[in-house]
């Protein structure tokens, strides 16, 4: 299909290799960049987890992932034996010293290593600690770490801490898979390769911005994890506040790991503390039969939000003055994330009857049905006169590039193979991340203080009544979720 970068033999060591999102999402993909050319003939794939398994069992629940999380066309049994040989298996203790030699014995020389702790963050120490007392990592090892990077401040730096124990801040990947979307990185493809829009990207010219991440999805399943969380911790915090970087960051003058995160860094310290007026949270109800947030986080009390809203100032000369409004939430009417830009009115209008205007709008469709939509007006085709009209100048990636257009790596395939490539653009520096938990603290410290209940909305529905008062008072309107 698209073009391959080829990578360099690697060995990936995948601890907890038997959890959800090894099954989910790293195995199914590291199987579909197999097809796709991007593991080496030498490459081997070590699953490590405490369960007593051996290399043929681990080989039957890495087959089962791939029939169940994989499209059936790409389903051929040669590849899937072939990807298959290239496994091995490790019962490991995090915490004990069973399994390490084996390990240390699995690895070659010559070959990039790289450690996924697709485990809890309470492992991470132990993890790091013991790669190192095996001699398993070496200076160019990297380690790649999951969400949740802490639950607030002092949770993150003490994470950052243990991991600078044992490896350098180039070793670490931080991942946030909303940086792995196709889509998002075209974010900085349209900002930064068009000189349309630079120019325009500012608070003389646009009125708001709205990012808006909806899902139809509750919590049932992982209402433990999720009822201590939040969507302020499970969204904001991290995936909403990477998307109003790369919508409000300054042109990095190169593209870079380190430039690029420099300039999404000031972004986030120039982020105002938001006031208890600014924030709407909900709590989906039970609603026709369906439970309600209560009863799937099993929580009866439960002050969490499923829902958020909030406006936001970013204090800097470029933005001073223009609101970025976030919303997302969990069983909302449509699964639809976009970003939204709202122009302003020009200075002044030739038109007598200036009825019909409305403001330029460029929408970028982040999921599903990718693609971009640049509301501009026109005069009303026929003969009634001059009068205005918005027509859409739509593109939809689907339709300019065909199968191609839809058939992109997984987000998780792409920054897999970024780790193997040493790239780090993609992922979250630790002072980034500390600086987004230092906003997020004192805005979660706020409600809690307050002991604010969230507002109950319909599923189904596109959240609590308040978060249109949110717009409304400021004169705006959130777009439908649809
Ligand atoms: C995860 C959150 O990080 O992102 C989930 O923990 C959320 O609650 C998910 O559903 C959304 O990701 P995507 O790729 O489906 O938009």
């Not at 990947?173 to 120019?199: C, S, W």
Request: hydrophobic share 45%; net charge negative; aromatic share 10%.
């Amino acid at each position: 299909v698209s073009r391959v970068i080829p990578v360099e033999t690697f060995d990936l060591v995948i601890f907890g290799a038997t959890g959800d999102l090894a099954r989910r999402k790293i195995l199914p993909g590291l199987y579909r960049r197999y097809l796709a050319g991007q593991v080496p003939a030498d490459s081997r794939i070590i699953g490590a987890a405490r369960s007593a398994m051996d290399r043929a069992g681990f080989q039957a629940l890495v087959r089962e992932a791939i029939e169940e999380f994989v499209a059936g066309d790409k389903l051929d049994p040669a590849a899937i034996a072939e990807f298959l040989s290239r496994l091995d298996y490790v019962a490991i203790d995090a915490k004990g010293e069973d399994g390490w030699p084996a390990l240390a014995a699995l690895m070659r020389q010559g070959a990039v290593r790289a450690f996924y702790f697709s485990v809890a963050p309470a492992l991470f120490g132990d993890l790091a600690e013991r790669l190192h007392l095996h001699g398993i990592a070496d200076a160019d090892s990297r380690i790649v770490v999951e969400k949740p990077f802490g639950r607030d401040l002092a949770t993150a730096r003490a994470l950052n801490e243990t991991l600078a124990t044992h490896f350098a801040e180039h070793q670490i990947y931080r991942i946030d898979h909303y940086l792995g979307k196709e889509t998002v990185q075209n974010l900085m493809a349209v900002r930064f390769a068009n000189i349309l829009f630079e120019p325009l990207w500012n608070s003389q010219f646009v009125d708001h911005v709205q990012i808006t991440v909806a899902e139809t999805v509750g919590v049932e399943g992982r209402g433990a994890y999720y009822d201590k969380s939040g969507a302020m911790r499970d969204m904001v915090q991290n995936h909403m506040m990477q998307l109003l970087c790369l919508i409000a960051m300054e042109p990095p003058f190169h593209f870079d790991p380190d430039t690029v995160r420099d300039e999404k860094l000031k972004v986030i310290r120039a982020l105002q503390p938001v006031p208890a007026e600014d924030i709407v949270r909900g709590q989906y109800l039970a609603t026709g039969g369906a439970p309600g947030y209560l009863d799937d986080a099993e929580n009866p009390d439960s002050l969490t939000e499923s829902y958020i809203a909030l406006k936001v100032q970013v204090a800097n000369w470029r933005w001073k003055g223009t609101p970025f409004y976030l919303r997302t939430g969990k069983k909302l009417r449509a699964r639809a994330s976009e970003i939204a830009i709202t122009f302003k009115e020009p200075p002044h209008s030739i038109f007598d009857d200036a009825s019909g205007w409305r403001e330029n709008v460029l929408v970028i469709r982040l999921q599903p049905n990718e693609g971009m939509n640049l509301k501009v007006m026109i005069k009303e085709p026929g003969p009634g006169g001059m009068r205005l009209t918005q027509v859409p100048l739509d593109m939809s990636f689907t339709e300019a590039f065909g199968e191609e257009g839809t058939d992109m790596p997984d987000a998780y395939e792409r920054l897999i193979m970024d780790v193997i490539r040493g790239n780090q653009t993609l992922f979250m520096r630790g002072d980034e991340v500390e600086a987004a938990w230092a906003w997020t603290d004192p805005i979660i410290q706020g409600w809690e203080a307050r002991g604010d209940r969230p507002k109950g909305y319909d599923a189904g529905a596109s959240g609590p009544e308040d978060a249109l008062m949110l717009m409304h008072r400021d004169g705006r309107r959130w777009r439908e979720i649809k």
